[in-house]
């Protein structure tokens, strides 16, 4: 098992290594397995001896900190909570269908997942550190080298204070209650519940306090979208918008994309989430390219910044049939039927229908 995960993991690239599930070993489960968690990695995994670990807190604040693990454990009250990470990059493959993306990963459905993260409240480190009055962003950097990023640096991020002092933001050290491991970020990370997981610094092991967003790579070139018709080479500071908020999204579990059934009644599955903030309010899936919609029987999720399951049951007829899912938020959000107008030279934020296509037998083909 490479990297703790499991074999039929669809493996975009070895090294760094990049690797999502396939779409049956998320559905029905809140929580994933950490087998079948996606990882998503922009440099070599750095194997970090908790011992002697130590994350540094400083920039725009009144005493500066240099914490253990042990000090962290000792120091600040635990706090478990449940939360969806999701890559900027899921469901790029839509995109790609419009028009190429070079140097990008065709992620699918699944470059994405949820945990049960616990750690300690970010907001209770700025405390004990004391945020100066300037104070407006804060920045992870972890040791990994990127050597995607131009130049080559260590991967960093970073989120405005007001989502930094909110309570939900983790530096995590356990996930579904073992040790983190060290493909997820162990032995201490970011967990920023709500926002891309590119904002989910792993290993970290300097949090600043800024005025403006970091200047690191990963923040002020990539993870933005910039206009349409923007040269990718040429993406600089200040470009276009710099992603926070996961949007309103959907995607089909099962029946797989190309999966052969047999005609009669099939159980229809996948997972929908909402912007930071928000919920899914409703889920539809159709048959006959959306001239009718079936309305989905929703999960409750398993927090405020989690994903939900959704399942239904529909009547397929033989032939070759497309099942076509949206959601739709609490807040009025729809989906966008083509990915046409989404396409983007870094492949972001696809939160078209989602779409898979499979084959129906009627029975006497399956029973010869
Ligand atoms: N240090 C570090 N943190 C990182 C990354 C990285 O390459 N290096 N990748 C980010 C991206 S783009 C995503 S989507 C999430 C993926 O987290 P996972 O590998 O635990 O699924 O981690 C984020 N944190
Ligand atoms: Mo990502």
Redesign the pocket.
């Known amino acids: 098992m490479v990297h703790g995960k499991r074999n039929d993991m669809i493996v975009h690239q070895q090294e760094p290594y990049n690797a999502e599930p396939p779409r049956a070993a998320l559905a029905d489960r809140a929580l994933t397995p950490l087998d079948a968690f996606y990882s998503?990695n922009h440099g070599p995994i750095p194997h970090i001896d908790q011992e002697t670990w130590r994350v540094r807190v400083e920039g725009l604040v009144e005493h500066q900190l240099q914490l253990s693990l042990a000090q962290l454990r000792e120091t600040f009250e635990q706090q478990t909570l449940v939360a969806t990470l999701q890559?900027?990059?899921n469901r790029r493959t839509g995109l790609l269908e419009i028009r190429d993306i070079p140097g990008e990963a065709p992620w699918g459905a699944t470059?994405t997942s949820t945990a049960e993260w616990t750690g300690i409240r970010l907001s209770d480190v700025l405390g004990a550190a004391g945020l100066e009055p300037t104070a407006g962003h804060v920045e992870f950097v972890g040791p990994d080298i990127a050597r995607d990023a131009k130049p080559p640096q260590p991967y960093g991020s970073s989120i405005p204070v007001h989502k930094a002092s909110s309570g939900e933001v983790l530096l995590a050290w356990a996930m579904n209650g073992e040790p983190l491991p060290a493909v997820h970020g162990g032995p201490v990370r970011v967990v920023v519940p709500g926002y891309?997981?590119?904002r989910s610094v792993k290993w970290v092991q300097r949090v600043t306090v800024l005025e403006q967003p970091s200047d690191n790579y990963f923040q002020a070139v990539a993870?933005r979208l910039p206009p349409v018709d923007a040269d990718p080479a040429a993406g600089g500071p200040g470009q276009g918008r710099s992603l926070a908020s996961v949007t309103l999204n959907s995607e089909i579990l099962t029946p797989d994309d190309g999966e052969l059934l047999p005609a009669g009644r099939s159980r229809v599955t996948g997972y929908a989430i909402a912007p930071d903030g928000d919920s899914v309010a409703r889920v539809e899936v159709s048959v006959d390219e959306g001239r009718t919609w079936h309305q989905a029987g929703i999960q409750a999720p398993p927090s405020a910044w989690a994903w939900c399951h959704w399942q239904t049951a529909l009547e397929l007829a033989p032939g070759d049939v497309q099942i076509v899912a949206r959601a739709r938020s609490n807040a009025g959000d729809t989906q966008p039927e083509s990915a046409e107008a989404l396409w983007n030279p870094k492949g972001y934020m696809n939160n078209s229908w989602a779409r898979v296509q499979v084959t129906v037998r009627d029975a006497e083909e399956s029973s010869s």
Do not use: E, N, P, V
Request: net charge positive.
């Open positions: 998503r890559c900027a990059g470059a891309i997981g590119a993870y």
